[in-house]
């Protein structure tokens, strides 16, 4: 019984290490390659939020999105826990095969929303670079001054 824990555990770190492994070494990649260029990046995208119009509508569909989203990972934590305590309990395979199904669908919920804030980033960022000026770059750099 131990040595199917241990292999369950096992194959759940590896499907967690598919997920976050990627994410934690994709980090630098969205990176500026100077300060200016992140602070023009960042002084474009806040006259773009200011430049919008609130929607008080809009701000509550994003709001109930959000809920629904949290609601939705919390009961699947739930369920997983459940899962592994029932598993623990009752010394069942079917409640640990159980159990593993859930952390996929966790992992695979998790990899999505992952995705959905990148294309979102990625439209964000598209919206920047087509809205940037095209009379030159924001900062100069003159060498020897």
């Known amino acids: ?19 976050l492994i990627p994410n934690v070494t994709r980090g630098r990649r969205g990176t500026p390659l100077s300060s200016t260029e992140q602070f023009d990046r960042w002084t474009h995208v806040m006259a773009d939020v200011q430049s919008r119009s609130y929607s008080l509508k809009q701000a509550s569909a ?14 699947l934590v739930i369920l997983t826990v459940g899962a592994l ?8 395979v079917g409640w640990l095969i159980a159990h593993l199904a859930l952390d996929a669908a966790i992992a ?3 990899g999505m929303l992952m995705q959905v804030k990148q ?16 009379d030159g770059p924001p900062v100069r750099i003159v060498a020897g001054q």
């Open 1 to 19: 019984m131990e040595a199917i824990l241990l292999i369950g555990a096992l194959i759940i770190a590896a499907a967690w290490g598919v997920y």
């Open 62 to 75: 994003r709001n109930v999105v959000r809920r629904r989203r949290r609601r939705t990972l919390a009961t």
């Open 85 to 92: 305590g029932a598993a623990l309990v009752f010394s069942s």
């Open 108 to 110: 695979w919920y998790v």
């Open 119 to 134: 294309r979102e980033a990625a439209r964000v960022a598209n919206h920047h670079f087509e809205t940037m000026p095209s």
